[in-house]
């Protein structure tokens, strides 16, 4: 998700603000699907079903937005962030809910500490990775949508558009570059979205391919009995023995 406020912003040409907006759909979708499904988890007791259709659900979402493009409307991109933010919600409990009901009563913190780490640990290897594939898909894309002119003069600049990225890529910027002509100034953003919008894309192909692994590992999630109560099993009265 770290990829479309910057995919709106220098994609889209959206100013930061706006830009930031793009993921008000994808929480509004997370938080409708933590609410139904933390209802129908309550009222059935079961959380499997629910694991497996909110896996199916996020994977179809996130290969939706692999699927966007710098000529994309807006209402497919909110769509796909929708139909995101609903399965991950649906899903996102249920791992919390799992180790509650799986350890006992005395391990929970140690249980939950380990859930957490590896939730960071996914978190920290990911985020890395998807943004080398967004940058480096980028780098190699540009070149080919650039005319001769122009690569040459992104060329002799030395201006590395990737580094370029963080801040944005605007008009103001280019027009500093020696020999780059202003007429050819839009030529070359329209290069820079679609380059991108390239990197963004293989990013969510890889994010659906190991959520699509997810989905089925869910499979073989066991449906263990929710918890009813927070004491500890070991807290029942211990009657004395009469000598």
Known sequence: MAS???????????????????????????????????QLR??????????????AVTTAGIFSLSRLDADSSWSFAISAM???GIGVGAVFPILSIAVQSAFPYRLLGTANAGRQFFNNLGSVIGIPVMTTIVLESFQQELPGHLSPSAAGAMARSGQNLGEGLVSGVGQSGLSHIPGLQPSAIPAVLHAIRVSLAVGVQRAFLLSAALVAIGFVVTFLLPEIPLRQTVHSDAAAPVTAVQG
């Not at 912003?9 to 929480?27: E, F, R, S, T």
């Not at 309550?42 to 896996?55: F, L, P």
Request: net charge positive; with cysteine; proline share 4%.
């Open 4 to 38: 479309r406020p910057r995919c709106a912003q220098c994609v889209k040409c959206q100013i930061a603000q706006d830009a930031g907006l793009i993921v008000a759909p994808c929480m509004g979708g997370f938080v409708s699907g933590s609410v139904v499904g933390g």
């Open 42 to 55: 309550t009222r059935t007791g079961r959380y499997k079903a629910q694991a497996v259709i909110g896996m």
């Open 82 to 84: 929708v139909i995101t």
